[in-house]
């Protein structure tokens, strides 16, 4: 079946412009991860949906970060006023559901920031 | 404070030779620790994982040995494959935290033909 999709898979903003990035996870799938991965570093987790309920949000670095998933399929990163240092790659995961379930990772988005 | 770390940060290996990757963790809610393999402009994918009541599992090529007294894992691959060439991510998770990963740095692998 198909896995996660992300798109788009390349953005390039000007600082300062609002973007938007959207996952579409495993058909079925309750929870909903997403992670940021600078180049040449392991992901670090942003926040967490189960269903349509985003259960922890710890991990975004500032207001700027706003994620939601309205009807706990489909999810949307948006990150606003861009800065430079949100230049990374943003990968969604899904998972079926249970913590001991395998995590399943989109291609993720490239989004630089100039 | 980082609570999974990874070496080394890069490897060599010549083909059929053994590949070797280690991680430390510091959290001992860390109940699941799985290893991913992530190719260029992929996601990461999981390669096998592991609970910390074994010390050890092998799938194909591929074994985790752990040691929940050190707090520390580590991957071996087995007869390494030009193919293998990837970038490993170890990572842990707590069922207590809804089991979003904390991931180590990476380890770039090189196997040489």
């Known amino acids: 079946g198909a896995g996660v999709s992300q798109s788009p898979r390349y953005k390039v903003a000007k600082r300062g412009q609002d973007v938007a990035l959207r996952c579409d996870p495993i058909?079925?799938?309750?929870?909903l991860f997403w992670y940021q991965q600078a180049l040449g570093q392991g992901p670090e987790f942003l926040t967490y949906f189960q269903n349509e309920a985003q259960l922890d949000k710890s991990g975004l670095p500032s207001d700027r970060f706003f994620a939601e998933r309205p009807e706990g399929s489909v999810s949307t990163l948006k990150i606003q006023r861009t800065q430079q240092e949100d230049s990374a790659v943003y990968l969604c995961a899904s998972r079926s559901s249970g913590v001991q379930e395998t995590q399943y990772f989109g291609p993720g988005t490239r989004l630089l920031v100039l | 404070q980082q609570q999974v770390k990874q070496s080394p940060q890069s490897l060599i290996v010549q083909k059929g030779g053994i590949s070797i990757i280690n991680c430390a963790y510091e959290?001992?809610?860390?109940?699941?620790f799985p290893w991913y393999q992530q190719f260029p402009g992929k996601g990461p994918a999981l390669l096998i994982a592991i609970r910390p009541d074994v010390s050890e599992k092998k799938e194909g090529r591929f074994t985790i040995s752990f040691n929940k007294s050190a707090k520390q894992f580590s991957l071996h691959i087995m007869d390494s494959q030009p193919g293998d060439s990837a970038t490993y991510f170890c990572?842990?998770?707590?069922?207590?935290?809804?089991?979003?990963?904390?991931f180590g740095d990476g380890t770039t692998l090189t196997v040489k033909p």
């Open positions: 058909s079925g799938h309750v929870s």
């Open positions: 959290n001992t809610a860390f109940d699941y």
């Open positions: 990572a842990a998770s707590g069922d207590t935290n809804a089991g979003k990963s904390t």
